[in-house]
């Protein structure tokens, strides 16, 4: 079997747009050591493509980060496959909502140096040593809480139009540019709780084991961020703290 694809881009979205079969929309990471990315790679790929699978996926030593569709008639089975693979049961997936699956119209999965450039060289870091889950419910009752810390590890632009209540937004264009900055303005209430929050989560819990790393000892952040968030809090009928719009 080939484990890339070898028809034309075109083609293959050409026969996508003109397909009827029904598919799910759905994105996962993982924070993971993976011995060799490489090798995940192609196991995955010979996996997936057997199901129908497409999207982007990105593989590192660190983790995986995936954005794909698939048929729904796969759904269950890829379901099955993720909760039985060593690396991959039990992580969070994120089906989309009112979305035709057609975002995707091949297959690519490539290594990468890191799923989310951080910047760091720093061989000694664990990004799969994060901060603890907050809940929607239990990000409210924290951040009431006198004296704890609210980051939002986005960059400026998507927090000049959106944000939490009381939240430090660190002027920076990158997230390889925001943690040093965080770290350095944070030093101040190092032993204090901090929550970190970003987009979909993938930031932000690199950001909290970063923290960690560095000896701050209270470091939480907001699970499946601020997309899981505000459908939680408005399943859940709890006050959304979110200000504005998310970008």
Not at 24 to 39: G, K
Not at 43 to 66: K, P
Not at 121 to 149: H, V
Request: glycine share 8%; net charge negative.
């Amino acid at each position: 079997m080939h484990l890339y694809n070898r028809v034309n881009g075109e083609e293959l979205k050409a026969k996508l747009l003109q397909s009827n079969e029904p598919r799910a929309t759905l994105s996962f990471y993982r924070y993971v050591s993976i011995e060799d990315p490489r090798q995940f790679r192609d196991d995955l790929f010979a996996t997936w493509a057997q199901m129908g699978v497409l999207g982007r996926i990105y593989v590192a030593h660190e983790g995986i980060n995936a954005q794909m569709s698939m048929p729904e008639a796969q759904k269950e089975a890829f379901i099955s496959w993720i909760q039985a693979h060593p690396l991959l049961t039990g992580v969070r997936l994120n089906w989309a909502v009112e979305d035709d699956g057609k975002s995707f119209y091949k297959l690519v999965i490539k290594v990468r140096h890191k799923i989310v450039a951080d910047g760091l060289d720093d061989a000694s870091f664990d990004p799969g040593n994060t901060g603890k889950y907050l809940s929607a419910r239990d990000f409210n009752e924290l951040t009431d809480q006198p004296g704890t810390i609210v980051v939002d590890m986005r960059n400026h632009y998507e927090s000049e139009i959106g944000h939490f209540e009381g939240a430090i937004c660190p002027d920076v264009d990158t997230f390889r540019d925001s943690l040093p900055i965080v770290r350095d303005m944070l030093k101040p209430f190092q032993d204090q709780p901090i929550v970190m929050y970003c987009t979909g989560g993938i930031r932000c819990e690199k950001a909290s084991a970063w923290l960690k790393h560095e000896g701050f000892g209270q470091v939480y952040h907001l699970e499946g961020g601020i997309i899981k968030y505000a459908r939680d809090a408005k399943e859940q009928g709890i006050k959304n703290k979110f200000r504005g719009k998310n970008f």
